[in-house]
């Protein structure tokens, strides 16, 4: 867990570093970050499984994702993906081992529904944000 908090720690630098700076179109280009603030085993094996997804998604620049994990007492944790400062997909775990693989693959989707809509929504401002 302490290596994952002074990596994220060290993209949160080197990301501050390059966003204050004037250079050319052409210079280092940093994409998305996945930030992880889970906090038990089922949590970090769920930041584990969709970051490996999350590494292969093209043109993921200007997205920031957050893994936060809430734990609900005597029922298990609630893992929320927070995509700009925004919900965007939220599962609950139960305290006992359950496969994750189908709530990582349907978070994946729902991210990159959400990727898409925010692209949209960005290259055309004249349209009303319920389609009207």
């Not at 990596?7 to 630098?13: D, I, V």
Request: proline share 3%; charged share 20%.
């Amino acid at each position: 867990m302490k290596k994952n908090t002074n990596f994220n720690r060290y993209l949160l630098t080197l990301f501050l570093c390059f966003s204050g700076a004037t250079h050319a179109a052409d210079e280092l280009e940093i994409d998305g970050l996945l930030l992880d603030r889970s906090i038990s085993r089922f949590g970090h094996q769920f930041y584990y499984e969709f970051s490996n997804y999350w590494r292969d998604l093209p043109s993921t620049a200007g997205f920031n994702i957050e893994i936060k994990e809430t734990v609900i007492p005597k029922a298990g944790t609630q893992l929320s993906l927070i995509m700009n400062n925004q919900l965007v997909y939220a599962t609950y775990l139960g305290r006992r081992l359950e496969p994750l693989d189908e709530r990582v693959e349907q978070a994946v989707y729902t991210v990159i529904d959400a990727m898409a809509r925010s692209n949209m929504a960005a290259s055309t401002p004249d349209m009303a944000k319920d389609g009207w």
